[in-house]
C-alpha cells in the first residue's frame, strides 16, 4: 500500500472499504435478476437491522418486522445470524 506517512489512515483506503455500500444497494444493484437471491439478501439485511435496533430482543424485532417470533427464530437459523 502507497501513503504519503508512514501512518495510514481511512483517507489511505480505497472508497469500497472506507464507505461500504448498504448490501440491499449492493443487491439490487449487482444485477441480479433472480428473486430468490435479491429477496434473501433483503430478508436478512431487515432482520439483523430490526435486532439491531431493539438490542437483540427478537420479539420485538418480530413485532417490527411483522413476522411471528417463530418465523423470525427459523430466519436466524437460516441465515446463520448470531
Given at each position: 500500500m502507497l501513503a504519503d506517512s508512514?501512518?495510514?489512515t481511512a483517507d489511505d483506503l480505497p472508497e469500497r472499504?472506507?464507505?461500504p455500500k448498504d448490501p440491499l444497494a449492493l443487491a439490487l444493484d449487482s444485477g441480479e435478476?433472480?428473486?430468490k437471491k435479491t429477496s434473501r439478501v433483503m430478508e436478512e439485511t431487515l432482520i439483523?437491522?430490526?435486532?439491531?435496533?431493539?438490542r437483540g430482543n427478537r420479539t420485538a424485532a418480530a413485532k417490527?418486522?411483522?413476522i411471528s417470533h417463530r418465523a423470525l427464530l427459523y430466519k436466524i437459523k437460516e441465515f446463520g445470524i448470531a
Open positions: 508512514d501512518i495510514l472499504v472506507r464507505e435478476l433472480s428473486i439483523r437491522r430490526a435486532l439491531e435496533k431493539t417490527i418486522l411483522e
